[in-house]
């Protein structure tokens, strides 16, 4: 996992100190000494996460954390407070401030690390989405990044899953005329019941007499439908292995036993404000892009949308010094196709190798109808020869598997050319990139057909 991770605190002891665990962990590190030089990296800068001391002078860490998230540019980047404080009124503080996260120093490592590797996690999902939104806003969709998503007029809809009844009892005290809380003390019920219902947060026991609550955190994890559901494991004292684990597994938050009113409701409010504002990122990123630049016969991706977000995707690229590649694939002699099945029959051809497009690459490639029957797949992370193999699979399943065709289900066979290129270290730009899989490709249809080539320069 590689990330950019920004320290910020007055004493150069303590930002080395942190420097060299992350430096260890292969995380980039910036690093900011007072709260002005933080802010001012934060905009201007890729930052993934923030390690935030609280006493400096100026401005304090808490002021930092609520202009930064009080900042549309900036409020999406996790922020882990650092401190000497050790009283709930300062946990609060922070998070009532914004704050993702509290530790208190010394920092276990431990704990540092499963910390901030949940937050990358959570980052790069509100990432993508906001790239894919700013693509929308770049085409001249709509101005998504402005809005405020962090609504909190309504009561967030909670589930526990506790089996004690006296815990029980206290959380549903403290969280009255807080959230809508549904109790059961059954995990198994419990999975099924966050299937099925749209809860905005699922707080889980440690306290169970015969059941690992990890598992149930994994199995929550594991499931489309609860996959970015907040999880805050509610632990004992003495549970820090536990803790540790579950964060590796995908929990957002913890509290500890016994449980402070006032520090429940900030974490609660802390994740249903970041589960709203990724939600309603999405949807309407979702609304917003589908009929723009969506091809309406194979459900892809259309040109428009890749000649926006293709340059975007290869800025990322080049600045975090990360591997991309293209590749674009043509139908063989689809004209004939057409000649012989119609333009009806062609459409069915177009859709049906859209579909295992879809299915031999990641959820996030891009993949798009170039035109006619040309398309293109982006893959982010992946260098020229993982990019040839995934090619050749594609390749492969259009020649081996017939396609269907007509009401009658008339099979004809099909193949496909492919052209790969991957972006240049040094100077290289968009047009180059595609001009080298565009040449690729056209060696690939003189040279017989039925084949990738990729292009190294």
Same mark, same amino acid.
């Given at each position: 996992m590689t990330a950019r991770i920004l320290v910020v605190d007055d004493i150069p002891a303590n930002v080395r100190l942190l420097e060299v665990r992350l430096l260890a962990e292969y995380f980039e590190v910036l690093t900011a000494t007072n709260g002005a030089d933080a802010i001012e990296t934060c905009e201007n800068g890729k930052v993934d996460v923030v390690?935030?001391?609280?006493?400096?002078?100026?401005?304090?860490?808490?002021?930092?954390?609520?202009?930064?998230?009080?900042?549309?540019?900036?409020?999406?980047?996790?922020?882990?407070?650092?401190? %000497?404080? !050790?009283?709930? #009124?300062?946990? +609060?503080?922070? @998070?009532?401030?914004? %704050?993702? !996260?509290?530790? #208190?120093?010394? +920092?276990?490592? @431990?704990?540092?690390?499963?910390?901030v590797k949940s937050l990358v996690r959570l980052k790069s999902l509100t990432d993508e989405l906001r790239l894919r939104a700013s693509t929308t806003r770049s085409i001249g969709i709509e101005e998504l990044l402005s809005r405020n998503f962090a609504s909190e007029d309504t009561?967030?809809?909670?589930?526990?899953?506790?089996?004690?009844?006296?815990?029980?009892?206290?959380?549903?005290?403290?969280?009255?005329?807080?959230?809508?809380?549904?109790?059961?003390?059954?995990?198994?019920?419990?999975?099924?019941?966050?299937?099925?219902?749209?809860?905005?947060?699922?707080?889980?026991?440690?306290?169970f007499a015969d059941f690992d609550p990890l598992r149930l955190c994994s199995q929550l994890r594991s499931l489309d439908r609860t996959r970015f559901v907040p999880?805050?494991?509610?632990?004992?004292?003495?549970?820090?292995?536990?803790?540790?684990?579950?964060l590796e597994l995908g929990i957002n938050d913890y509290l500890m036993r016994p449980i402070d009113q006032q520090e429940l409701t900030a974490r609660l409010r802390t994740q249903v404000r970041r589960k709203r504002y990724n939600d309603q990122l999405r949807a309407s990123v979702t609304q917003t892009i589908e009929m723009a630049v969506t091809d309406g016969l194979t459900g892809?991706?259309?040109?428009?949308?890749?000649d926006s977000h293709l340059q975007t995707l290869f800025d990322r690229a080049v600045a975090r010094r990360r591997p991309l590649s293209v590749m674009i694939t043509d139908l063989d002699r689809f004209k004939s196709i057409n000649d012989a099945h119609g333009h009806d029959g062609g459409d069915e051809v177009l859709r049906e190798f859209a579909r295992r497009l879809?299915?031999?690459?990641?959820?996030?490639?891009?993949?798009?109808?170039?035109?006619?029957?040309?398309?293109?797949?982006?893959?982010?992370?992946?260098?020229?020869?993982?990019?040839?193999?995934?090619?050749?699979?594609?390749?492969?399943?259009?020649?081996?598997?017939?396609?269907?065709?007509?009401?009658?289900?008339?099979?004809?066979?099909?193949?496909?050319?492919?052209?790969?290129?991957?972006?240049?270290?040094?100077?290289?730009t968009v047009a180059a990139l595609m001009k080298r899989a565009d040449l690729a490709l056209y060696e690939a249809k003189s040279g017989g057909r039925n084949r990738v080539v990729a292009k190294a320069a």
């Open positions: 390690l935030l001391d609280v006493m400096m002078p100026d401005m304090d860490g808490f002021e930092v954390c609520r202009r930064l998230k009080s900042d549309p540019a900036t409020s999406h980047i996790p922020v882990v407070m650092i401190t %000497a404080l !050790d009283q709930v #009124t300062d946990r +609060v503080r922070g @998070l009532e401030a914004g %704050a993702d !996260d509290f530790l #208190t120093k010394p +920092v276990n490592d @431990l704990q540092l690390m499963t910390r009561t967030p809809k909670v589930l526990l899953i506790d089996e004690r009844k006296s815990s029980v009892e206290r959380i549903q005290k403290m969280l009255r005329d807080r959230a809508d809380l549904d109790v059961t003390g059954d995990p198994h019920a419990g999975f099924f019941q966050a299937a099925e219902t749209p809860y905005e947060c699922v707080m889980i026991s440690t306290a999880i805050i494991l509610l632990a004992e004292e003495g549970e820090e292995e536990r803790i540790i684990r579950g892809l991706h259309n040109r428009r949308y890749l879809r299915k031999n690459v990641r959820g996030i490639d891009l993949a798009c109808r170039f035109g006619g029957e040309e398309f293109v797949v982006v893959m982010p992370d992946t260098d020229g020869a993982v990019a040839e193999k995934v090619a050749e699979r594609i390749r492969a399943e259009i020649a081996q598997m017939p396609f269907a065709i007509g009401a009658e289900g008339k099979t004809i066979e099909v193949t496909v050319s492919v052209g790969v290129s991957s972006v240049l270290k040094g100077v290289d």
